[in-house]
Nanobody
Framework: QLQLAESGGGLVQPGGSLTLSCAAS????????IAWFREAPGKEREGVSC????????YYGYSVKGRFTISRDNAKNTAYLQMNSLKPEDTAVYYC??????????????????WGQGTQVTVSS
């Protein structure tokens, strides 16, 4: 069983930066691909970024590519999402999620069996 907990959200001005953390507890963190999703009011949950467990391959949603960076420290059982050049449209609740091994080529939420509780990111002046 894997438990995930996000932190690091908050209020930031447009153009600013935030780093989210996803702390994992339980078993075999390094076995899982870790992804970040976000959900804005009235919108479907959107895939933001994913990092595979085996080869560290990374994937980004089109709207965040070039601005966000995903990373993980398996020794600390923690994944991160560095967010730069934030825009008001990045405002959402951000969730980390885990599934075995590889990210795959789909942002479907169904394969992700483990989710954190979410952290609010608000980009506003």
């Amino acid at each position: 069983q894997l438990q995930l907990a996000e932190s690091g959200g908050g209020l930031v001005q447009p153009g600013g930066s935030l780093t989210l953390s996803c702390a994992a507890s339980g078993v075999a963190f390094n076995y899982y691909a870790i992804a970040w999703f976000r959900e804005a009011p009235g919108k479907e949950r959107e895939g933001v970024s994913c990092m595979s467990s085996s080869d560290g391959s990374t994937y980004y949603g089109y709207s965040v590519k070039g601005r966000f960076t995903i990373s993980r420290d398996n020794a600390k059982n923690t994944a991160y999402l560095q967010m730069n050049s934030l825009k008001p449209e990045d405002t959402a609740v951000y969730y980390c999620a885990a599934k075995p091994l590889q990210c795959g080529n789909s942002w479907s939420v169904d394969p992700y069996g483990y989710w954190g509780q979410g952290t609010q990111v608000t980009v506003s002046s």
